[in-house]
DNA sequence: CGCAATTGTATTGCGCGCAATCTAATTGAC
DNA sequence: GTCAATTAGATTGCGCGCAATACAATTGCG
């Protein structure tokens, strides 16, 4: 009966680390657009010029890698930055099937209005940076094991 | 120098936390993916029978309040379920806007089916229960602190 | 060299997630 | 009671996120 129960408090959603990972991502999101529109980016394209802004000129296998997305959703989402002028696609010289991805002037520019949104995102948060830093751990480490555990 | 680099890694922490977050929802997507495939369900359509198997016969609106969903992922999600023949929508009759949602006796028997779910993700997590509980508190504090700051 | 297997990207289809807009039902001020 | 404001859902449109598939370029094995 004890045991019943304890199967039956595993399947309440409050319990559920799963829903507030979920649900926190929602609210993350939440935050960030009006800040992201103003950059006229969309969360996930604000990534994929975070990884750019690091280093550019990478193949879109590599993107993917850094941001654990795959090309059905990283291609049409390219494209739509290339339409805004952000990036350009260029097929690899060496080898014809990667598509190398550099960033226009307007996408080099764009990193110095985007310099304030962390800080906004920070104050948002209400929390201290030790907090956020071994929340950010412990979150690393769960995906990395959920990651493996996926491979098998 | 050694300053001001410090300054901007901490300002982006706020950044990395919320990759951590979004990288780490992906990867229990896919944990869930194959278990939940067995019950013929998506993960936010789990998250829904798990509301309803709590308490079921409630309106749209309180799924979505409980899930931090809008009418317009929940109207066709639902129908998907009703289609699916695990749930009943039905206008209220005291009210008629709302939509109440009932479990049919097949969506009950799902439960069953369900329980074993939470152990398996579990086991894939590596962790132990203690340090999942206390990363899902820390998660629901942030959560409703970014919730707080968007309702301003 | 020749050909099968692998790799990198593109495409299609489906299910969210959410903003914006719409409609019908209810409430509230007077 | 009347009419404006509010509320609950539904609809539309767009951008992911990913599985499945396709295809061309490259690699590797004989």
Redo the contacts with the bound molecule.
């Keep these: 009966m004890a045991k019943k129960s304890m199967a039956e408090a595993q399947l309440m959603l409050g319990n559920q680390l799963c829903f507030a990972i979920?649900s926190t991502a929602?609210a993350f999101?939440?935050v960030y657009?009006p800040l992201l529109d103003r950059l006229g980016l969309?969360?996930?394209?604000y990534?994929v010029m975070l990884v750019l802004w690091e280093r550019d000129g990478i193949?879109?296998?590599?993107i993917?890698e850094r941001l654990?997305?795959?090309?059905?959703?990283?291609?049409?989402?390219?494209?739509?930055l290339e339409a805004a002028h952000l990036i350009r696609?260029t097929r690899?010289s060496?080898?014809?099937?990667?598509?190398?991805i550099a960033l226009s002037a307007q996408g080099h520019a764009l990193k110095e209005k985007a310099r304030k949104v962390p800080a906004a995102i920070l104050s948002a948060s209400g929390c201290s940076i030790g907090e956020l830093s071994s929340l950010r751990k412990n979150l690393v480490t769960l995906r990395d094991q959920l990651n493996a555990a996926v491979g098998e």
């Design positions: 979920y929602h999101n939440r657009k969309t969360y996930p394209q990534l193949a879109v296998k590599e993917g654990f997305l795959d090309s059905g959703t990283l291609t049409p989402l390219l494209k739509r696609r690899s060496e080898d014809e099937r990667q598509v190398l």
